[in-house]
Nanobody, 119 residues
Framework: QVQLVESGGGLVQAGGSLRLSCAAS????????MDWYRQAPGKQRELVAT???????NYADSVKGRFTISRDNAKNTMYLQMNSLKPEDTAVYYC?????????????WGQGTQVTVSS
């Protein structure tokens, strides 16, 4: 079994910064792509950023230039550095990882961490 645990959410004023972490644990061979999603109240879950196992990255237009995704493969941990936060960034942030086991590959989700940006 694989677990993803997010941390680092909280309440911040507009213009501030937060750093989210997503740590993977369990028995597996490799973590492939990792992603950050977010879901605001009354809205669909949306993809925020993606990072491949080789650390290639991609971002939603709404966060380009403000958010930075990174990962530490030795620690099986992914990060999201969020700067210049806006009230519209308020959402529950989820991490997702595509995980390779010995005879399987599947996606796992974290439990989510709340980010609230006040104006």
């Amino acid at each position: 079994q694989v677990q993803l645990v997010e941390s680092g959410g909280g309440l911040v004023q507009a213009g501030g910064s937060l750093r989210l972490s997503c740590a993977a644990s369990g028995s597996f061979l490799k973590i492939n792509d990792m992603d950050w999603y977010r879901q605001a109240p009354g809205k669909q879950r949306e993809l925020v950023a993606t990072i491949t196992s080789g650390s290639n990255t991609n971002y939603a237009d709404s966060v380009k230039g403000r958010f930075t995704i990174s990962r530490d493969n030795a620690k099986n941990t992914m990060y999201l550095q969020m700067n210049s936060l806006k009230p519209e960034d308020t959402a529950v942030y989820y991490c997702n990882a595509n995980v390779l086991g010995r005879l399987w590959v599947r996606d796992y989700w974290g439990q989510g961490t709340q980010v609230t940006v006040s104006s």
